[in-house]
């Protein structure tokens, strides 16, 4: 399983918002909609912010939010916040070569 | 409350064994896929290994297939990887996160361990 392709780094100001994208094929981000996206803090488990391409699970802040265009998905968070500085990684059900989960290569965020 | 708790990671040398295991408590478990994900220090994450809440289909990723297989056990809750022949870059920590999805496996992760370290070297 090759991994979603997602930028190095991206960065914004408070207030701002910010979209990471995340690109695979359509034996994964374009064939099914268990698209997901994690935050993770340093030294920290991550954190499930999306799941099924565009739903966030209870308690996540409705600054988060998700969609998906062909092969392409994105996170974007508005009203970036010190917060929300952390790594955030796509993820996707696939099945090129065999059943099972691919992520991205992971995004860091720094909040200005 | 929801809590994966893993455990069995240590120091082992290259070609070596090492099962981990991951005890879960405050869900119903026997509904609930269970993945094993790891992460290389300094690394993304890569998904290993799940399964599904019956026990009864089990998948890996490429790196690891044939050379670890994960296990569940629902009258303790637990799901186990055996990993067998390890390498230098299976050096990582494993986590162990739960499916959000009733009997759906590989869907997304809702809930995740604090992680075990395993390093390989000599």
């Known amino acids: 399983q090759s991994a979603l392709t997602q930028p190095a780094s991206v960065s914004g100001s408070p207030g701002q918002s910010i979209t990471i994208s995340c690109t695979g094929t359509?034996?994964?981000?374009?064939?099914?909609?268990?698209v997901s996206w994690y935050q993770q803090h340093p030294g920290k488990a991550p954190k499930l912010m999306i799941y099924e391409v565009s739903n966030r699970p209870s308690g996540v802040s409705n600054r988060f939010s998700g969609s998906k265009s062909g092969n392409t998905a994105s996170l974007t968070i508005s009203g970036l916040q010190a917060e929300d500085e952390a790594d955030y990684y796509c993820?996707?059900?696939?099945?090129?070569?065999?059943?099972?989960?691919?992520f991205g290569g992971g995004t860091k965020l720094t909040v200005l | 409350e929801v809590q994966l708790l893993e455990s069995g990671g240590h120091l082992v040398q290259p070609g070596g064994s090492l099962r981990l295991s991951c005890v879960t408590s405050?869900?119903?478990?026997?509904?609930?896929?269970i993945s094993w994900v790891r992460q290389a220090p300094g690394k993304g994450l890569e998904w290993v290994s799940g399964i599904s809440s019956s026990g009864g289909g089990t998948y890996y990723a490429d790196s690891v297939k044939g050379l670890f297989t994960i296990s569940r056990d629902n009258s303790k809750n637990t799901v186990y990887l055996q990993m067998n022949t390890l390498r230098a870059d299976d050096t990582a920590v494993y986590y162990c996160?739960?499916?959000?999805?009733?009997?759906?496996?590989?869907?997304?992760?809702?809930?995740w361990g604090q992680g075990t370290l395993v390093t390989v070297s000599s």
């Open positions: 996160a739960k499916d959000n999805l009733w009997f759906r496996e590989l869907s997304a992760f809702d809930y």
């Open positions: 405050g869900f119903t478990f026997s509904s609930y896929a």
């Open positions: 359509s034996s994964d981000v374009g064939g099914y909609n268990y």
């Open positions: 993820s996707s059900y696939t099945t090129s070569r065999t059943l099972g989960v691919v």
